[in-house]
């Protein structure tokens, strides 16, 4: 991989259109993430953060500009192999945790797998591996709604993990837990990150996210106004 880069983005704009409307969501972000980066995207709300998270995780695409994932122009891609990279490459984790009602948490962890054809003895191999790195061991055929917030969120986890992915996304994923649950599922992150050398990019207002980030990237009125490493 080109200097070690996963990720390279060149001045990256992104413009919707609302009525009669021309809304500027991102106008030209430039940035640079290595693997095995544990990044925060921080700004307040209307900043951009979101628009930059679903065009790195290859769920929108740039009005203009060029996203390189493993060096691979992803921004050029079409529908279909854009879906192909994100089955694959990304695992994504969010706020409301998104995790199927009334299937266990094996079930939901499966899930990727499934889409790729996975053969089912070896997805649930998988699957229970997951489950067993975020400390899920005995909770594995426990519906969803039989487990605290905390577990949800590392079922999600879970999920995002089973296809060893080359990045993880993650959108406020503490925002819906109380202090000393987020303060587990950081560590979680930062274990996963450490242990396996996972890239991580985390949208949050959380500063103790921040504190724990190798790179902080700050976001307003969809421009980099600042960055800082540690």
């Known amino acids: 991989m080109e200097n070690n880069y996963l990720i390279k983005l060149e001045n990256i704009a992104r413009t919707y259109q609302v009525g009669e409307t021309e809304v500027r969501a991102l106008r030209g972000i430039s940035l640079q993430i290595q693997q095995g980066d544990l990044v925060a995207i921080m700004g307040p709300s209307g900043s951009g953060k979101s628009t930059l998270m679903n065009i790195i995780g ?15 122009e992803v921004s050029s891609f079409n529908k279909d192999r854009l879906a192909q990279i994100r089955n694959k490459k990304i695992g994504f984790v969010f706020q409301s945790f998104n995790l199927l009602p009334r299937t266990t948490a ?113 976001i307003r009125d969809g421009l980099i106004v600042k960055q800082e490493s540690t």
């Open 58 to 72: 290859c769920l929108d695409k740039p009005t203009s500009g060029k996203y390189l994932l493993e060096a691979e």
């Open 106 to 218: 094996l079930e939901n962890t499966e899930l990727p797998l499934l889409y790729s054809n996975v053969p089912s003895k070896k997805a649930r191999e998988k699957a229970m591996e997951a489950l067993s790195m975020v400390g899920l061991n005995g909770r594995e055929l426990h519906n969803t709604n039989q487990l605290s917030g905390g577990e949800q969120q590392r079922v999600a986890i879970a999920r995002a993990l089973v296809n060893n992915p080359s990045l993880i996304l993650a959108d406020e994923p503490t925002g819906n837990l109380d202090t000393k649950t987020g303060a587990e599922i950081i560590s979680l992150f930062q274990a996963l990150n450490k242990d396996k050398n996972i890239t991580m990019i985390l949208v949050t207002h959380d500063p103790d996210i921040a504190n724990i980030s190798h790179k902080k990237i700050y």
